[in-house]
């Protein structure tokens, strides 16, 4: 019994989700049935926030109690989670709608001069700039590996990388703008374009073609219940 | 079978934690009891699918898919024919794909060094294939690493992923045999926000320097800051997407990066079950199809070049690229 409700169940459901899927797409009398298949996934999902908040906060709070490794950070955490929570929620200097001035806690949470609002803009806009940002030394260090000339193929990735990189810039239009206009595949945009719209693509779409076929593939074993790992019911 | 009871116990590994025991009490649940979730869920939704009906007047087939459909029907009959094919002992030989045969050799590199293993299964949700496919190979990897008695850390994105993620670890624990050595607590969710989940997961690494890190799911900007964090720890890296976009970063910093399909075919090949590699088999069909369709379409936009306007190669090429290949739209 327990087998059939771990592992059986879930899979039939997973089966009979998938199916309601593709026949929905080819048949629009099942579309409500697709909607239906959608609208249950929000549910789940909506329960399973509450259950990762829940779990937020035990595990940060188990490590503050614990005065495990890093301690502080969880105590950071939970702060800043409990601290936007409440504000959230209680709509702190968040003014009452127009429509109804009379009454409290009618705007909305996310009204312009509320302290959701406020955190919002002055501690999160910054914090998730300031993480996107780290990307440009990541792209350089990254780059100063993949493109170090020690064989012939990094060589030519080189070559086509400093290609398509002046191609992108002014000082690749600049530097070739002598260039007779016959010749333009010629000059760095010339290339670059050649480059992306040929090379490029074609690599692309080769990869997409085995993405779209491993999709398949896979769809087809969880909806046939050969795969079900996902579930932790391998053997 | 084992059955399972949720205990709070002492885990072997780390510390206090939520582990899993034999339990001799059964689960007092009858068949009856499945269908009355039947009826108490089911009945009312299929109710109200029924209210929101369309109209009667739509078709029952939408015949601007039809070739879509065919071409599905293809596939998908290709892949299951091989499946029946492979029960029967038809040869399922798949190449070697390095990224995952170096699983072992990651999970035995963090057990020898005495350092964890990091799992991220991407930032999206249960909806994505991805980190479905992300799931399957987190089974095989926790399996793997139940055996050797290493530490395995998944930080989620996404509490449904979360759920999920512990459920396939339970799973594996309980397969290698050692049920007791399960951590719910290394499993956990963290935040939805993108850029919050690597700041957690980066800060993580640079602090407890796992020695295998798995990237293995949907990736977006944060690509490469999960992986060039991985690569100045020293880890040893494994990524795969699908997101073809943040394959050169990943292929760029990692030592092993599933490309595209090879994620797709990462939990079949891990399995070995002949059934799963049919599967796989069954695919190549698929690709045989593709370049068919290539080269028709090569051929009859070669033909319709040096044939005059509204003849009849250029109405057919109109027809393969409007209808055939764009789904009807």
């Avoid at chain 1, 009618?106 to 996107?132: C, D, H, K, R």
């Avoid at chain 2, 991220?120 to 008695?149: C, F, S």
Wanted: glycine share 8%.
């Amino acid at each position: 019994m327990q087998s059939l409700l771990r592992n059986t169940v879930p899979a039939l459901i997973a089966g009979i989700a998938g199916v309601v899927m593709i026949v929905a797409f080819f048949v629009p009398v099942a579309k409500p049935l697709q909607q239906l298949a959608e609208v249950w996934f929000t549910i789940l999902a909506a329960m399973a926030f509450l259950i990762g908040g829940t779990n937020l906060f035990l595990h940060h709070a188990k490590k503050i109690a614990q005065q495990q490794a890093g301690w502080g950070f969880s105590a950071v955490t939970l702060v800043a989670f409990l601290g936007t929570t409440i504000v959230g929620l209680l709509k702190w200097g968040v003014p009452p709608a127009e429509k109804y001035p009379n009454v409290a806690w009618s705007g909305s949470y996310q009204e312009e001069g509320s302290a959701l609002w406020w955190l919002y803009e002055y501690v999160m806009n910054p914090v998730i700039a300031t993480m996107f940002a780290l990307l440009a030394f990541y792209v350089a260090s990254a780059a100063y590996r993949a493109f170090r000339a020690k064989n012939t193929e990094a060589m030519l990735l080189l070559g086509t990388a400093f290609i398509v990189l002046l191609g992108r810039t002014y000082a690749g239009t600049v530097m070739t703008s002598w260039v007779p206009d016959e010749y333009s595949a010629l000059t760095f945009p010339g290339m670059t374009g050649v480059i992306m719209a040929i090379f490029t693509t074609a690599g692309q779409r080769a990869i997409m073609i085995g993405i779209a076929l491993g999709i398949a593939a896979i769809s087809l074993r969880i909806i046939l219940g050969l795969d079900r790992s996902y579930l932790g019911a391998d053997d | 079978m084992a059955k399972i009871g949720f205990v709070t116990a002492r885990s072997a590994s780390d510390g206090v934690g939520i582990g899993i025991r034999k339990s001799s009490r059964s689960v007092a649940c009858a068949p009856g009891c499945v269908i009355a979730l039947v009826l108490l869920f089911v009945a009312p939704s299929l109710l109200h699918a029924a209210d929101r009906a369309p109209a009667a007047d739509l078709p029952w087939f939408d015949w601007s898919k039809s070739w879509f459909a065919l071409i599905l029907l293809l596939v998908c009959g290709a892949v299951i024919v091989c499946t029946e094919m492979a029960k029967r002992g038809w040869s399922t030989y798949v190449r070697p794909i390095a990224g995952l045969a170096a699983i072992d050799d990651a999970v035995g590199r963090a057990t020898e060094m005495g350092r964890p293993i990091l799992y991220v299964p991407g930032i999206m949700d249960l909806d994505q294939i991805e980190t479905v496919a992300g799931l399957t190979v987190l089974a095989h990897v926790a399996r793997k690493a139940a055996e050797y008695d290493a530490v395995i850390e998944v930080p989620t994105s996404r509490s449904l992923v979360m759920t999920a993620a512990r459920e396939a670890l339970q799973g594996a624990y309980l397969a290698a045999g050692r049920p007791e050595s399960f951590n719910e607590d290394r499993v956990y969710y963290v935040t939805d926000d993108q850029f919050g989940y690597v700041a957690y997961t980066c800060g993580w690494m640079a602090r407890e320097k796992p020695a295998a890190c798995f990237y293995l799911g949907k990736f977006f900007a944060e690509s490469l800051l999960f992986a060039e964090t991985g690569n100045s720890i020293g880890a040893i890296q494994l990524a795969g997407t699908a997101e073809a976009a943040q394959l050169p970063f990943f292929v760029a910093a990692c030592d092993y990066t599933l490309i595209g399909e090879e994620l797709f075919a990462a939990s079949a090949y891990l399995s070995g079950e002949p059934q799963q590699l049919g599967t796989l088999k069954g695919q190549d069909f698929g690709k045989l199809l593709a370049g068919g369709l290539l080269i028709f379409g090569c051929l009859l936009a070669t033909l319709a070049a040096v044939s005059p306007k509204n003849s009849l190669p250029a109405r057919a090429l109109s027809y393969y690229t409007n209808v055939v290949l764009d789904k009807g739209e």
